[in-house]
């Protein structure tokens, strides 16, 4: 079996950029390779056309190309050919590609085309009460209607998917997945009194009502850090940096007990997060997180959003706690309540760890996902 994924992102160094879309795929490419399956990326809008293998999958790099008019539809038309040549010469069994920009809307493959829901814009801007560009809901919807198998990552999006665009068709449920021997607990020492966010510095992730949290927070324990990690991204509302905005909201006091670190390395993020005692993410939009994945399988008690899809990870009370992100002063008192609770912070830790085994492991989903591809392709590894 031979299974090809089309994605903007990746982690790896020679690609531009990778985030959440870039990392499940990995998580995922890696764990099928490991069981037999075939695996080719095919990574799009790069700088550079190149092939190299890692992990021993195959990896496309493939240059964005410029047109001087309808390059929305001529880029794509390239990359259908790209993939068709590969489809041929490599036997693809199928392309997989996630709903975000519709990157798919109009091409024809020489294989069955699946796509993998991990937030399209309408999504998000639904889940933000944003608008979108017409156009941009136009392609993620002919994209979509036009796939030949759809996939979600969880329930709650699935949902939403199907009626900001009144899909008709079947929708098959499987979550994202984390390496627990990657991401797993080292037993390095605690700071204490100290609080983790990782991911986009951007309103929907709930940053600046984490400064508003934070402000409680340390007029309760003025001993308190933040640690904030991640990519600053300019505001869609006030057109200026998220992380002024932040800045601005922060008390006096939570000025000189916060420290922004623009970019980790993908394989450095997990020495900060076993570093810090608690780990936050106060979303408002999200598909079904890696990040989340990530903290949780290396024994982090977590304080969460409780929209959505926040209740297919977490198991509220067990693995940590999950609060309405604008209720400032109880989403301070469930963070003070775990920095001053180093057992509860512990037993939390390992059933969270205990769940991501259990549930969300690569192992366990690298199964489900073979299963799925075997009753799409009719093809055995």
């Known amino acids: ?83 068709n040549k590969s489809i041929v010469l490599d036997k693809i069994d199928a392309i997989e590609a996630p709903d975000w920009t519709g990157i798919t809307a109009f091409m024809k493959l020489r294989c069955p085309l699946i796509i993998r829901m991990n937030g399209s814009d309408a999504y998000f801007c639904h889940l933000e009460s944003r608008r ?86 340390i007029k309760e324990e003025p001993d308190v850090s933040l640690t904030l990690v991640g990519k600053d991204v300019i505001d869609f509302l006030e057109k200026r940096s998220t992380l002024e905005i932040f800045w601005e909201v922060l008390s006096e006091a939570a000025h000189k ?35 989340w994945l990530e903290a949780m399988a290396m024994e982090k008690a977590l304080v969460t959003s409780n929209i959505g899809w926040a209740g297919e990870i977490m198991a509220d009370g067990k693995t940590g706690f999950m609060v309405d992100p604008k209720d400032h002063p109880k989403f301070a008192d469930k963070i003070l309540k775990l920095l001053n609770g180093p057992k509860l912070r512990l037993d939390m830790g390992k059933s969270s760890r205990q769940r991501i085994c259990e549930h ?10 073979i299963e799925y591809y075997k009753n799409v392709t009719g093809r055995e590894i």
């Open 132 to 217: 979108q560009k017409l156009k941009n809901y136009w392609f993620e919807k002919t994209a979509l209607r036009g796939a030949d198998h759809l996939l979600s990552v969880s329930q709650f999006t699935a949902d939403k998917t199907r009626q900001i665009f009144d899909l008709k068709s079947e929708i098959t449920v499987i979550p994202n997945s984390v390496n627990v021997k990657q991401f797993l607990p080292t037993g390095d020492e605690v700071k204490e009194k100290t609080i983790l966010y990782f991911g986009s510095f951007i309103r929907k992730k709930g940053v600046i009502e984490l400064a508003y949290i934070f402000n409680n927070i």
């Open 257 to 291: 007990r916060f420290e922004h670190i623009p970019e980790v390395p993908y394989d450095k993020i997990s020495s900060i997060i076993t570093s810090h005692a608690v780990v936050v993410f106060p979303s408002f939009a999200e598909a079904f997180p890696m990040t």
């Open 360 to 369: 969300f492991s690569a192992e366990v989903i690298a199964k489900k996902n």
């Open 1 to 83: 079996m031979h299974i090809g994924f089309l994605t903007p992102e990746y982690p790896h160094s020679r690609v531009l950029a990778s985030a959440g879309i870039g990392t499940s795929i990995s998580s995922m490419a890696v764990a099928l390779a490991a069981r037999g399956v075939t695996i080719s990326i095919f990574v799009y809008g790069q700088k550079e056309d190149h092939v190299l293998f890692a992990d021993g999958i195959k990896i496309h790099l493939i240059r964005q190309r410029r047109f001087r008019f309808a390059g929305w539809v001529l880029y794509r038309k390239f990359l259908q050919k790209y993939l």
